[in-house]
């Protein structure tokens, strides 16, 4: 068995699966609540909420999977990136248990872990494909062409992720955190085209989100507070309207220049219900594994170059890819 471990952001996770991709177990402890009252997610609050469930987190997923860690061969783990104080604490909870166990471990790239996602059963995508990865940090069409390779990256954000934009729109419209669910849930009680909001054109296949934002927040002024009340949901609509062009439009382009035959869609915005019909022919993440997991990230260990004990007890985390 492979035990997976993710601290990134505000989940605690820790999976189990096989070396041939089947979830014996998938627990996610997610600290939304905790960050609703904050707008968004306090580095240094989330990082001592890890430090109390991952212990915890790793028991119930081995219970769940009716196992031990005598029957752990493998411990993956999310190294970067994410908030630093939080990778920190996953990092040190696989370290102790892949060396208490002697056991070789594999630092995971958390994006590589969220494409990993779509190698798991019951229905793994054989590559290669082109992949949006959009998420609360980040946006991306990526190029995958082998399981095991790093995959070429096609476009990226020029500011907001898409998961960001959904936030901050929540945000300006007085809705819950995270943003995308709420809006998603108010969206479907408006009119997506009542506001014509902008969708960027950029050059080649990058993203932008930050005059979009802009646009939602002059609307949001123009309105007394008893119209916005009236407006909210076809507010919700039309933005959500306008991220969901920018990503499902972009992705047809990048595929058309490409060649490529498949699409697929991951990340926590691949929840999000009208960009799941805007690209019907994409494979998609399941839902449970769209926000941030360590099935993903047990999966991606499988394809990622293991440390042998105890080459990894100096290894570090990282905060970003640059």
């Known amino acids: 068995m492979i035990l997976g471990i993710e601290t990134s952001c505000d989940e605690t996770a820790a999976a189990l699966i096989s070396e041939g991709g089947r979830i014996f177990a998938n627990i996610v402890s997610s600290q939304a609540d905790l960050h609703a009252r904050y707008g968004g997610v306090v580095p240094e609050v989330a990082s001592r909420r890890h430090l109390e469930l991952v212990t915890p987190v790793v028991r119930e997923a081995l219970g769940m999977a009716g196992a031990t860690l005598d029957d752990v061969e493998l411990?993956?783990?999310?190294?970067?990136?994410?908030?630093?104080?939080?990778?920190?604490?996953?990092?040190?909870?696989?370290?102790?248990?892949?060396?208490?166990r002697r056991l070789?471990?594999?630092?995971?790239?958390?994006?590589?872990?969220?494409?990993?996602?779509?190698?798991?059963?019951?229905?793994?995508?054989?590559?290669?494909?082109?992949?949006?990865?959009?998420?609360?940090?980040?946006?991306?069409?990526?190029?995958?062409?082998?399981?095991?390779?790093?995959?070429?990256?096609?476009?990226?954000?020029?500011?907001?992720?898409?998961?960001?934009?959904?936030?901050?729109?929540?945000?300006?419209?007085?809705?819950?955190?995270?943003?995308?669910?709420?809006?998603?849930?108010?969206?479907?009680?408006?009119?997506?085209?009542?506001?014509?909001?902008?969708v960027a054109r950029v050059s080649g296949f990058d993203f932008s989100f930050s005059g979009l934002k802009t646009a939602l927040l002059y609307a949001v002024r123009e309105l007394e507070a008893a119209?916005?009340?009236?407006?909210?949901?076809?507010?919700?609509?039309?933005?959500?309207?306008?991220?969901?062009?920018?990503?499902?439009?972009?992705?047809?382009?990048?595929?058309?220049?490409?060649?490529?035959?498949?699409?697929?869609?991951?990340?926590?915005?691949?929840?999000?219900?009208?960009?799941?019909r805007a690209l019907p022919d994409a494979a998609l993440a399941p839902l449970e594994l769209c926000t941030d997991n360590a099935a993903m990230i047990a999966s991606a260990a499988r394809f990622t170059e293991a440390i042998s004990y105890p080459g990894y007890l100096g290894l570090d985390a990282y905060a970003s890819t640059a």
């Open 227 to 276: 119209e916005l009340e009236l407006r909210r949901a076809d507010l919700a609509a039309s933005y959500q309207r306008a991220i969901v062009r920018a990503l499902a439009e972009r992705t047809r382009e990048a595929a058309a220049a490409t060649g490529a035959r498949k699409l697929a869609v991951v990340g926590g915005v691949a929840a999000n219900s009208e960009l799941r």
């Open 75 to 100: 411990v993956g783990v999310t190294t970067g990136p994410g908030l630093i104080g939080a990778l920190l604490v996953g990092l040190s909870a696989a370290k102790a248990i892949a060396w208490a």
């Open 104 to 198: 070789p471990l594999a630092a995971v790239d958390h994006l590589d872990g969220h494409v990993a996602s779509l190698y798991l059963e019951p229905a793994p995508l054989e590559p290669p494909f082109l992949c949006l990865l959009a998420s609360g940090g980040h946006t991306l069409l990526l190029d995958v062409a082998d399981r095991g390779a790093k995959p070429r990256l096609l476009g990226t954000t020029l500011d907001d992720a898409a998961g960001e934009a959904f936030d901050k729109g929540a945000r300006l419209l007085g809705l819950g955190y995270p943003g995308g669910a709420a809006i998603d849930r108010l969206a479907r009680d408006g009119d997506p085209e009542a506001y014509d909001f902008p």
